[in-house]
């Protein structure tokens, strides 16, 4: 079992930035890709950002691409997700997960993730 507790979310005015983390413990976090996703309200849950053990390869979305920058930190089991320049449609509810596969390129989809987070609240205000 893995268990998942993100915080910094909050309320920003556009074009402001917030630091996202998400705190692993149970089973070895170190080896695990992990990822951002996130759900608006009324829309499906989609990928945001994720990144393997190591931290060499990581993934985006088109949508925060050069502006979103996931990192991890495997001594303090902790997985960041940096966001500048920030829009409204950026408004959500992020959720931290857990990848329980080895894998050297990290997955965009969902249902390989099997350990998630409560999630935490983003507002982007115009």
């Known amino acids: 079992q893995v268990q998942l507790v993100e915080s910094g979310g909050g309320l920003v005015q556009a074009g402001g930035s917030l630091r996202l983390s998400c705190a692993a413990s149970?089973?070895?976090?170190?080896?695990?890709?992990m990822g951002w996703f996130r759900e608006a309200p009324g829309k499906e849950r989609e990928f945001v950002a994720a990144?393997?053990?190591?931290?060499?390869?990581?993934a985006y979305s088109d949508s925060v691409k050069g502006r979103f920058t996931i990192s991890r930190d495997n001594a303090k089991n902790t997985v960041y997700l940096q966001m500048n320049s920030l829009k409204p449609e950026d408004t959500a509810v992020y959720y931290c997960?857990?990848?329980?596969?080895?894998?050297?390129?990290?997955?965009?989809?969902?249902?390989?993730?099997?350990?998630w987070g409560q999630g935490t609240q983003v507002t982007v205000s115009s």
């Open positions: 990144i393997i053990w190591s931290g060499v390869n990581t």
């Open positions: 997960a857990a990848d329980p596969t080895f894998r050297a390129v990290p997955s965009r989809r969902s249902r390989e993730y099997e350990y």
């Open positions: 149970g089973r070895t976090f170190s080896r695990s890709p």
